[in-house]
């Protein structure tokens, strides 16, 4: 295969291997960033004989076997699964277990959702099945429709329509008059994540929250529905949880530590992430008639979705009644934990992981993901058999408990944080594929690594590498729109001229969660999209006639995924130095400082101009007699913050930074003798030590289980990041004091990290004078 040659950043990382140290060759630079020459040779081959095993049938018939039977959490397919995955990372020479924990999985006892007025209309909550496809029929092991960890509940009331039920959906509903309290809404899926729906209804003083998907967004207005497209079809049902993750993910009973057999449990009584209010998804077929059942103000412009009616907001004569009630078991979850040891650093781990449970069947989520991992570890266990070790410890992870609550990754790393917390150096986690365009999220202190990575691997499709694609797709920017945004422009320039492509940051929503925000472990999430659409996201039709008629049917991009990810796992298993890069982290880290001092002005001078108008009389004279709104109510004026220790902080990163790539240069300077082959260990050690110096130990204002101090889920976004959590959302929750407090902590955390660098730089050796 082409061996690419690395487009090199300034301050990439060369060293040369003698029998006394590592020595530059400013001559022969190797391509690899923390490999010598001859080691970076080394790697080339082996990642040659590793590329050369991913096969595209073995992946087809890995998912037509995971994803056969529905297979989640406490289904008996779940553990056949596990099993199967066992035995093969077995007899692929992988020293491998089953590690069980106990969690709450509450599954529907009733379900119920009717029209009580006007007129009369019970909801199906049934998929039916499609003729073509063999394992839609499987009905007496579905799991039925449903949000997990709804609370039950049995409500009547009048219905409101909320749009997304995102928060500025219900500053929209004050500008109409309309409250939900006491209400029951029904709020369309999309826009932020599902739990962030039932858990603003409540706070607005809600009821009840039913969640459908409007074809707007993935049905019949996108393209042809399933079985003939891959959209969703009129009973096609979202299930997902709803439990308040942004306060702790993971078995609900036992926060933060793990779900072992003899643990400490709470009640139930003393669970915080339950829903408020009982909560129930349903499709389009069964959302219409109640929609059509809305009087009151038609729904803003942008609150319509696709369905041949007039949207309105209610609430009016349109009444239903919700029903619902849970088994509240406990189940027991078979995560499948796989090693490979290291030869040189054996207490250094590249972690790697995929879940293997599914709402139903799974076939893209998460099956797509799952089958690519397995040929990786198929791939690395054919290099075993040739000779090759890994220098650190590879340890693969097939999670199972995802869907509910990112269950199996949360309770394995809570149940090993002391371990994982000496010895983890990167989590690297994939959840389903589709095809398309590489996404990569994650630290960014791997951003330049994984841009190598990428450089390395071919699109399938094109025969361009998938880092020039991705390029190529962001200069090209948001399709449909000739936009020449300052935004848009500036992130065009960055596509053309940065050295690396930037990454996106991790909110939540996938097992890295527990890696990246509880425990300060550096984390990536990879896979590919954006040429795969559909519409059958945790329904019983994400299943192999689906996947095989119309995601990535040849499992081309499968197979892309599978070497991808076994590049990176091998390259930061084998690399001398772990190839960790700080002046990417910096700049990043330098935007979301200047992205806060942005927010807070312009939330002052928005909050300064809305006072002006409303003392204006602004909205009274604009306003359409005939159809009133409510003018918004004047607010205090935000002060001037004090978020000088954060430019602090960040001041003291940028010398660190700066101090580690000079002692890096040095040690590869010219004639110079580099760092001692003895000197390694602490040099990694101190480089695992920085992702740790990103976390307090008492987290987030509010959520102690979220630590990082840099990357967080936002407490209602859900899946979305808030960067600089502390600092960011109590400023856009008008906490001011709260606000200058976290800019001190996170000013010192900033500090705490460049200290580690500078740690890191000095046990590379003195640089130059
Ligand atoms: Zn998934």
Same mark, same amino acid.
Request: some cysteine; proline content about 7%.
């Given at each position: ?60 018939? /890995? ?32 020293? *491998? ?6 969690? %709450? ?47 039950? +509940? ?71 529905? /399933?079985?003939?497209?891959? #959209? ?23 926060? +933060? ?7 400490? &449990? ?7 992430? $339950? ?113 090759? &070790? ?81 390029? @190529? ?50 984390? %990536? ?18 299943? #192999? ?22 590049? *990176? ?15 990417? #982290?910096?700049?990043?880290?330098? &935007? /979301? ?47 001037? $913050? ?17 101090? /580690?790539?000079?002692? @890096? ?105």
């Amino acid at each position: 295969m082409r061996i690419t040659r690395f487009l090199t950043a300034p301050l990439c990382i060369f060293l040369v291997a003698t029998p006394q140290g590592l020595f530059a060759a400013a001559a022969d630079p190797p391509a690899l960033a923390g490999f010598s020459a001859d080691s970076a040779r080394t790697e080339r081959e082996a990642e040659n004989k590793f590329r050369a095993v991913p096969d595209r049938a073995n992946l087809r018939q /890995y998912m037509e076997r995971l994803s056969a039977r529905p297979h989640h959490v406490g289904s008996p397919y779940d553990r056949d699964n596990a099993e199967w995955m066992l035995a093969k990372f077995k007899e692929w020479g992988w020293d *491998a277990q089953i590690e069980n924990y106990d969690v %709450l999985f509450p599954t529907p006892k009733e379900r119920l959702l009717e029209l009580t007025a006007p007129g009369h209309f019970t909801a199906k909550l049934r998929e039916p099945q499609v003729s073509v496809d063999p394992t839609s029929a499987q009905q007496n092991e579905q799991l039925p429709s449903y949000n997990a960890y709804s609370i039950d +509940g049995d409500v009547s009331a009048p219905l409101v329509y909320v749009n997304y039920g995102a928060p500025d959906d219900y500053k929209e509903l004050e500008r109409l008059g309309v409250s939900v309290q006491g209400a029951i809404v029904l709020a369309r899926y999309g826009q932020t994540w599902r739990g962030i729906k039932p858990k603003l209804a409540a706070e607005h003083g809600a009821v009840g929250c039913v969640i459908y998907s409007d074809p707007r967004d993935d049905g019949y207005f996108q393209g042809e529905t /399933y079985p003939a497209g891959p #959209f969703r079809p009129a009973d096609g049902v979202q299930r997902g949880s709803v439990m308040d993750m942004p306060i702790y993910p993971g078995d609900p009973l036992t926060p +933060g530590i793990g779900a072992t057999k003899d643990a400490k &449990r709470l009640k139930l009584s003393e669970v915080t992430t $339950l829903t408020k209010i009982p909560t129930l998804p349903i499709s389009y077929g069964d959302a219409q008639p109640l929609l059509a059942a809305l009087t009151g103000p038609v729904a803003p412009e942008n609150w319509r979705g696709g369905l041949p009616i007039t949207y309105r907001v209610g609430p009016g004569a349109a009444k239903v009644h919700l029903k619902v009630s849970f088994n509240w078991d406990t189940k027991t979850l078979y995560d499948v934990i796989a090693r490979i040891p290291g030869s040189t650093y054996p207490d250094e781990w590249i972690i790697r992981g995929n879940h293997h449970d599914a709402w139903v069947n799974g076939a893209e989520d998460p099956v797509a993901g799952t089958v690519a991992l397995l040929e990786e570890a198929r791939g690395l266990g054919a290099l075993l058999r040739q000779g090759w &070790r890994p220098k650190r410890t590879i340890v693969y992870c097939v999670w199972d408990g995802e869907e509910p609550a990112l269950l199996g990754s949360t309770e394995w790393a809570e149940d090993h944080a002391d371990e994982l917390q000496r010895k983890a150096a990167v989590y690297i986690n994939t959840d389903g594929n589709g095809r398309g365009f590489l996404n990569v999220a994650g630290s960014h202190t791997l951003e330049k690594f994984i841009n190598g990575v990428a450089r390395d691997v071919k699109d399938p499709e094109t025969g361009l590498t998938i880092w020039k694609r991705m390029q @190529m797709r962001r200069i090209e920017g948001p399709r449909g729109s000739a936009s020449a945004s300052p935004t848009l422009q500036q992130d065009r320039q960055d596509a053309r001229q940065r050295p690396d492509l930037r990454i996106a940051a991790l909110g939540s929503g996938s097992d890295y969660s527990p890696f990246i925000d509880h425990l300060g472990i550096a984390s %990536l999430n990879l896979g590919f999209g954006g040429e795969d659409e559909g519409g059958i996201y945790h329904s019983v039709y994400d299943d #192999f006639y689906w996947f095989t008629h119309f995601a990535d049917t040849e499992f081309s991009y499968t197979r892309a995924l599978s070497e991808t990810v076994g590049l *990176a796992v091998m390259r930061l298993a084998d690399a001398e130095v772990i190839p960790f890069d700080f002046t990417d #982290f910096t700049d990043t880290v330098r &935007r /979301y400082v200047d992205e806060i001092e942005r927010l807070a002005q312009t939330q002052r001078s928005d909050i300064l101009e809305r006072n002006r108008e409303i003392d204006d009389g602004v909205f009274a004279a604009t306003q359409d007699p005939k159809r009133p709104t409510v003018a918004p109510a004047k607010e205090p004026v935000p002060p001037f $913050l004090n978020l000088v220790p954060l430019r602090n902080g960040l001041a003291a990163l940028e010398r660190a930074s700066d101090q /580690y790539d000079k002692a @890096m240069n040095h040690a590869m300077d010219g004639d110079a003798a580099g760092p001692a082959r003895a000197s390694l260990p602490a040099i990694n050690a101190q480089l695992i030590s920085v992702e740790r110096a990103l976390t307090l130990a008492d987290g987030l204002p509010g959520r102690p289980w979220y630590r990082n101090q840099i990357y967080a889920p936002g407490l209602y976004t859900g899946y979305g990041v808030k960067t600089l959590p502390g600092v960011r959302e109590s400023i856009e929750e008008k906490q001011w004091k709260l606000a200058e407090e976290q800019a001190v902590r996170v000013g010192k955390v900033l500090e705490n990290a460049g200290e580690k660098i500078q740690s890191a730089a000095a046990a590379i050796g003195p640089a130059a004078p």
